[in-house]
């Protein structure tokens, strides 16, 4: 079900959702944090693969754009929130926010440590690294600037490979993934 399509914050209209840099679906709400890499995030609705093909029940981008031309007939400020009738694109991907967080000292020192470790102390280093909301960047088939880093500072072309994994919190980005362009076999 599709919730409000907009919520008020510092006295200004904000849309309630926008898509991530991976084309995921999110919902935004005042109790997020406005500081966030996608300010205002709070939940993940539908993942770019649901989106791509939707069961009965995903919320979509056309069911919400269907949405908010209707509820403009009746409230033209909604327009504010979505200028074009366009669902707002976000520079990072969603990551769900925590309670309780770690400060970024020893959040830089155990990614430091986490390729020196054995198979079981890196997962047990995980576990405690998820606890406190950081994620590793999820692969991505095309480069995107704020959570990317070039390998050698060359050029990247789509499809990439990662060569060194990137970490990211709900509000600070602590490693860009490294990659390059994936190498293709030649058809013989």
Request: one cysteine or more.
């Amino acid at each position: 079900m599709i919730a409000d399509l907009v919520f008020v914050h510092d006295s200004k209209i904000r849309p309630s959702y926008l898509l991530d840099c991976f084309g995921n679906l999110v919902r935004c709400s005042a109790d997020g944090n406005p500081n966030a890499l996608l300010p205002y995030s709070v939940d993940l609705v539908s993942t770019a693969s649901d989106l791509l093909n939707p069961k009965p029940w995903t919320i979509t981008v056309e069911s919400l754009v269907s949405r908010i031309r209707f509820v403009a007939e009746a409230s033209g400020e909604i327009l504010s929130a979505y200028p074009g009738v366009e669902i707002p694109k976000g520079n990072y991907p969603f990551v769900p926010r925590v309670q309780r967080e770690e400060d970024e000292e020893t959040i830089t020192q155990a990614l430091d440590l986490l390729p020196s470790l054995s198979e079981h102390d890196a997962d047990g280093l995980l576990v405690m690294l998820h606890e406190v909301g950081v994620f590793r960047i999820p692969e991505a088939e095309r480069f995107v600037a704020t959570i990317h880093e070039p390998a050698g500072g060359g050029l990247t072309a789509p499809p990439l490979e990662e060569v060194s994994a990137g970490w990211i919190s709900n509000s600070k980005v602590f490693r860009k993934s490294i990659v390059r362009s994936a190498k293709l076999e030649q058809p013989r």
